[in-house]
């Protein structure tokens, strides 16, 4: 089946997750598009195809070579964001775009000027939504790309390679894609998410990431009566915040710039709490960014002479570069063969987490690749018939790569 057939099959299995259930995986439909993988890959002639209880698929292409080759991994996962409806995706093929403004809709509009991205896909086909849902590339093209990979590969048995294990994983979009991930029972020495934008980009770093929960605990009186007496948290929950640097905020930092960012507030005078989350790709820097929060804390309670304010830090994720630079084999491989498909590699850091780096942390070393796709988590969504064509060849040739290791 080509590519493009099966990114628009998949997408129409809804899988959004929801980050306020608390069962694995977040949704019931996710399991079910498991199974659907799972009969698809066991009819591809994979072996040891399974769905786990927490609704990981695993299957194996079995090495078909003499040769002692490492077993390594493609992982991709099934669900799509709950930022924006995964329900009822209707796919439309568009060839030949001619790079003007799009109508998904009568009232939707894709425009170039907002969406620059879609510059690129000038003279290709490409697949978008009817305005209504998100299309759910992110990750059902690389789903869709590691399973037309390895079905060629079954199909020219010719072709030598190692033992390629393959795992879909639930739950990405919430963060817990990889918690239930079984890395001993996988078998790979190493692996790659396919799981991103852009197909000439290998991503080795991420954030390092902690959140900072911030109470503030006021005074509350009657304001006619207030002088000297009332403390309102409001205000201290303001002052606090504006003790952090304007300039470290999302909305004005790129590339390795870190920030800090005030996710949620909600109050009255008497309590109130803060949520932020705090990113930077140094380690070093994320620390003296928490130090510089607990500074601000012990400053604002000194000139309250009491505790107003209660800060509370908790380290999430960490960057994986400093563990990949101990296996440099496995980004070069990668590197190489993005490069054989004729791109120059870009190796930008990621402005977030991936599951890879999660995996990494977990003893199984997993940058990411590129899936063709842009737009992410909104109807604006699209993804690019030449571009995962193209990824699936990326694919060949690190396999081959890993066999000539
Ligand atoms: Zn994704």
Same mark, same amino acid.
């Given at each position: 089946m080509r590519v493009e057939e099966r990114l628009m099959r998949y997408v129409q299995f809804e899988t959004t997750s929801d980050p306020s259930s608390t069962t694995v995986p977040s949704t019931a439909v996710q399991k079910d598009f498991a199974e659907v993988l799972a009969a698809e890959m066991r009819a591809m002639g994979l072996a040891n195809v399974r769905v786990s209880d927490t609704g990981y698929v695993y299957g194996t292409c079995k090495s078909n070579t003499t040769k002692k080759v490492p077993s390594f991994g493609l992982i991709a996962h099934m669900d799509t964001a709950p930022d924006y409806s995964g329900k009822n995706v209707k796919p439309r093929l568009i060839c030949n775009y001619d790079g003007s403004d799009l109508w998904l809709s009568d009232t939707v509009v894709t425009k170039v000027d907002e969406f /620059?991205?879609?510059?690129?896909? #000038?003279?290709k086909d490409i697949i978008v939504t009817d305005g209504s849902t998100l299309l759910g590339a992110d990750d059902k093209a690389g789903i869709a790309e590691i399973l037309t990979m390895v079905e060629y590969l079954l199909d020219h048995p010719e072709i030598e390679h190692g033992d390629i294990q393959i795992g879909f994983t639930p739950d990405e979009e919430i963060g817990r894609g990889a918690d239930h991930f079984d890395v001993p029972g996988f078998g790979a020495e190493f692996a790659y998410t396919v799981d991103g934008g852009m197909i000439h980009g290998v991503t080795d770093e991420t954030f390092n990431a902690a959140e900072a929960k911030v109470t503030v605990y006021g005074v509350a009186v009657h304001p006619g009566s207030a002088k000297d007496v009332m403390i309102n948290s409001l205000n201290v929950a303001q002052e606090f915040h504006h003790l952090? /640097?304007? #300039?470290?905020r999302p909305e004005h930092t790129e590339g390795r710039e870190g920030f800090y960012h005030l996710d949620s507030m909600s109050g009255n005078c008497e309590l109130t709490h803060m949520s932020y989350i705090i990113r930077n790709h140094d380690l070093n820097q994320l620390e003296e960014m928490k130090k510089q929060m607990e500074q601000n804390a012990a400053l604002i309670n000194d000139r309250y002479e009491k505790q107003v304010v209660e800060l509370k830090l908790r380290d999430q994720y960490k960057n994986m570069k400093e563990l990949l630079n101990e296996v440099p084999h496995v980004c070069e491989l990668a590197n190489r063969a993005v490069a054989r498909a004729g791109y120059t590699v870009v190796n930008e850091p990621a402005r977030g987490g991936t599951d890879g780096s999660t995996l990494t942390f977990m003893g199984l070393p997993c940058p990411n690749l590129g899936t063709g796709s842009s737009n992410h988590h909104g109807r604006h969504e699209v993804a690019c018939v030449q571009d995962m064509e193209k990824m699936v060849q990326i694919l060949l040739n690190l396999v081959e790569e890993v066999v000539n290791l």
């Amino acid at each position: 089946m080509r590519v493009e057939e099966r990114l628009m099959r998949y997408v129409q299995f809804e899988t959004t997750s929801d980050p306020s259930s608390t069962t694995v995986p977040s949704t019931a439909v996710q399991k079910d598009f498991a199974e659907v993988l799972a009969a698809e890959m066991r009819a591809m002639g994979l072996a040891n195809v399974r769905v786990s209880d927490t609704g990981y698929v695993y299957g194996t292409c079995k090495s078909n070579t003499t040769k002692k080759v490492p077993s390594f991994g493609l992982i991709a996962h099934m669900d799509t964001a709950p930022d924006y409806s995964g329900k009822n995706v209707k796919p439309r093929l568009i060839c030949n775009y001619d790079g003007s403004d799009l109508w998904l809709s009568d009232t939707v509009v894709t425009k170039v000027d907002e969406f /620059p991205a879609m510059k690129q896909y #000038i003279g290709k086909d490409i697949i978008v939504t009817d305005g209504s849902t998100l299309l759910g590339a992110d990750d059902k093209a690389g789903i869709a790309e590691i399973l037309t990979m390895v079905e060629y590969l079954l199909d020219h048995p010719e072709i030598e390679h190692g033992d390629i294990q393959i795992g879909f994983t639930p739950d990405e979009e919430i963060g817990r894609g990889a918690d239930h991930f079984d890395v001993p029972g996988f078998g790979a020495e190493f692996a790659y998410t396919v799981d991103g934008g852009m197909i000439h980009g290998v991503t080795d770093e991420t954030f390092n990431a902690a959140e900072a929960k911030v109470t503030v605990y006021g005074v509350a009186v009657h304001p006619g009566s207030a002088k000297d007496v009332m403390i309102n948290s409001l205000n201290v929950a303001q002052e606090f915040h504006h003790l952090l /640097p304007h #300039i470290s905020r999302p909305e004005h930092t790129e590339g390795r710039e870190g920030f800090y960012h005030l996710d949620s507030m909600s109050g009255n005078c008497e309590l109130t709490h803060m949520s932020y989350i705090i990113r930077n790709h140094d380690l070093n820097q994320l620390e003296e960014m928490k130090k510089q929060m607990e500074q601000n804390a012990a400053l604002i309670n000194d000139r309250y002479e009491k505790q107003v304010v209660e800060l509370k830090l908790r380290d999430q994720y960490k960057n994986m570069k400093e563990l990949l630079n101990e296996v440099p084999h496995v980004c070069e491989l990668a590197n190489r063969a993005v490069a054989r498909a004729g791109y120059t590699v870009v190796n930008e850091p990621a402005r977030g987490g991936t599951d890879g780096s999660t995996l990494t942390f977990m003893g199984l070393p997993c940058p990411n690749l590129g899936t063709g796709s842009s737009n992410h988590h909104g109807r604006h969504e699209v993804a690019c018939v030449q571009d995962m064509e193209k990824m699936v060849q990326i694919l060949l040739n690190l396999v081959e790569e890993v066999v000539n290791l």
